[in-house]
């Protein structure tokens, strides 16, 4: 996918912008709150329907007003043009635009324009709890798979319904047949996302070890852990694969162990809320022993290795998202992943406070692949975006560019 | 804003109708002012008669004028084979296709302990009820999300010991989307692939 334009109406401190893209690298440049990363949010509003980093949609709406708009204009990799238009209001669900219809929800548009973002609020992902390791991979999941996208919904709306049936439970009627479909049915759908990330975790350890050697031109030994609390109640047998069959066997033995506590405390005991994901470097345990350093290869090298898996699994090259990774980032790990990014066709997006220094390192990787690389400048200042005169940049444009 | 408090209230309650935003509640509104008065009388008078003479038929418990409606009544309809659905709305979107001749049970709503729906709260005593007398089939044809699913399975074990032949509705409508909302063609398919539950 290549985005040719992104225009967004009130959202935060853009009034109104329009930004015209370039085929390979779009560096925006401006100082902290000028509205760069707004733009990349803008983006991410029409890839997955909300921004990239954690924040209510209502905070991405600029002040004063009732509404904000993200329109983003594409081209697939098959050259078939794509078009959306996400609208963000306050207490009312979020208006969805494709060719397709004008009330979609985000699991009909999620996968379409496949994305990969990597900003400093992602450290999170090798240093922070379960939580958000999973919810990095659930994303990555559900860009790839409408299937696994519908999943989580029914996950997240099943385990609410039977929390909802706990405490409801002392004024059930009958004999807890209730409860009993609820948790059948929960059993089910979270055997299938065990299942389904199990095998995907299988599936990218090799490109995410791959990734790790290129990022941190060392051969330490990556290893990527599936602990999933299906195996934490001595209900699974030993030595079985993760089927969903084996996975719902072992849950429904859960079930019924739990159940007393679970009417105790009102509330779900089991399932994939509660998976660990674990990162491992050399046999450590990332969380505990790596380096600063470690983590941050790490942390690159699941993102280069999410641009790979989301242009196998969804047929499209992703957009990659480059928040302010230059002020986290050494520059031998920037120019790193700008090549690889590069090598693999994809159109990125960076936001930097060093705008000259952006485009001198781009310069240097363009001159190493024969200057063939469509770039763009766009300063930013206060939500006005400009851009600098195509002749000012140090660089060959090539003809695509017009 | 607008110069007139009557015009005002009549937009507000046009709007308080679902899938009817401000601007075309506006449009409405000012379309009956338009309108003869005897037409809008008319109009008033059907909602208020419509509020007041419509029931739930005593045997399938959807919406009706008289005391058993009119596909329960029906000597031409099939009184071995029932299909069960949420709303009356569901009932017309069937009877669209053509396809089914047996009669309905309207459950009015699914089990939803987050907004506190039990089985008591809907039509799942009556169904029971009619399951025990000389049934051939039972088609379930709840909306496909998790709701629907999971009544769909708790009247599957309610029915079990009954011994009648239930079936579901394949899947042939997308998830997540209410069954009244399916275009006949999806929903009549979805009614050639139902499968035993
Ligand atoms: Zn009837």
Not at chain 1, 25 to 32: C, P, T
Not at chain 1, 331 to 346: F, N, S
């Amino acid at each position: 996918m290549v985005i040719r334009s992104v225009l967004l109406a009130h959202v935060r401190n853009h009034e109104h912008t329009e930004i015209v893209c370039a085929r390979d690298v779009n560096v925006l440049s401006g100082s902290n709150g000028s509205g760069k990363t707004t733009i990349l949010e803008a983006i991410s509003l029409c890839a997955i329907a909300k921004s990239f980093v954690p924040v209510p949609d209502q905070a991405l709406i600029k002040h004063g007003f009732e509404d904000c708009t993200s329109t983003v204009e594409a081209l697939r990799d098959l050259d078939v043009p794509y078009r959306i238009s996400v609208r963000v209001r306050n207490g009312v669900r979020k208006r969805i635009t494709t060719a397709h219809g004008s009330s979609l929800t985000p699991r009909d548009i999620i996968g379409e324009l496949p994305m990969v973002a990597l900003s400093p609020d992602h450290k999170s992902v090798t240093f922070g709890g379960p939580a958000e390791r999973r919810a990095f991979l659930d994303g990555v999941m559900a860009q790839s798979s409408k299937r696994f996208t519908e999943l989580l919904y029914e996950h997240r709306r099943l385990l609410k319904q039977r929390n909802a049936a706990l405490q409801a439970g002392a004024f059930m009627h009958g004999d807890g047949e209730e409860l009993d479909v609820w948790t059948e049915q929960f059993v089910l759908v979270s055997a299938e996302v065990v299942e389904r990330r199990n095998r995907f975790l299988a599936d990218v350890m090799p490109i995410v070890c791959s990734a790790y050697e290129a990022v941190s031109g060392s051969a330490e030994t990556i290893n990527i852990v599936y602990q999933p609390d299906v195996a934490s109640h001595g209900t699974l047998a030993t030595d079985t694969l993760l089927s969903s069959s084996s996975v719902a066997e072992a849950y429904r033995a859960a079930a019924r162990m739990l159940r007393p506590r679970e009417m105790a405390r009102e509330s779900t005991l089991f399932g994939p809320q509660k998976d660990e994901i674990a990162f491992m470097i050399n046999g450590g345990l990332v969380r505990e022993t790596a380096s600063q350093g470690q983590h941050k290869s790490l942390l690159v090298a699941l993102k280069l290795a999410e641009c790979e898996l989301l242009h196998e699994r969804c047929n499209e090259r992703p957009v990659v998202l480059l928040d302010d990774v230059f002020s986290e980032l050494d520059r031998d790990r920037c120019a790193r992943v700008l090549e690889r990014v590069l090598a693999m066709g994809m159109q990125c997006f960076v936001t930097t406070t060093e705008g000259e220094t952006v485009l001198k390192l781009m310069k240097e990787i363009s001159s190493t692949r024969g200057g063939n690389i469509d770039i763009s400048m766009i300063t930013l200042e206060g939500g006005i975006a400009s851009y600098v005169q195509q002749s000012e940049l140090p660089l060959h444009q090539s003809a695509e560019a017009a | 804003m607008l110069p007139s408090d009557s015009i005002e209230r009549v937009v507000e309650l046009f709007a308080s109708l679902p899938t009817i935003g401000k601007k075309t509640a506006r449009r409405l509104a000012f379309h009956v002012l338009r309108q003869p008065a005897e037409n809008v009388e008319q109009f008033a008078r059907a909602l208020v008669d419509m509020r007041t003479y419509v029931r739930e038929c005593t045997v399938c418990h959807t919406f009706t004028d008289t005391e058993v409606c009119g596909i329960c009544a029906s000597l031409k309809r099939d009184p071995h084979v029932i299909c069960v659905v949420e709303q009356p709305s569901d009932v017309m979107a069937i009877e669209r296709t053509g396809d089914f001749r047996g009669l309905y049970h309207v459950l009015h709503g699914a089990l939803s302990p987050l907004d506190g729906i039990g089985p008591e709260d809907i039509r799942m005593r009556e169904l029971i009820a009619r399951l025990g007398v000389d049934m051939q089939e039972v088609i379930l044809a709840l909306n496909p999300n998790v709701e629907g699913e999971v009544t769909t399975q708790y009247i599957a074990k309610m029915a079990s010991p009954l011994g009648v032949k239930l079936t579901r509705i394949a899947r042939g409508v997308p998830m997540g989307s209410d069954l009244e909302f399916a275009d006949d063609a999806t929903l009549a398919r979805a009614f050639e692939g139902r499968v035993p539950v």
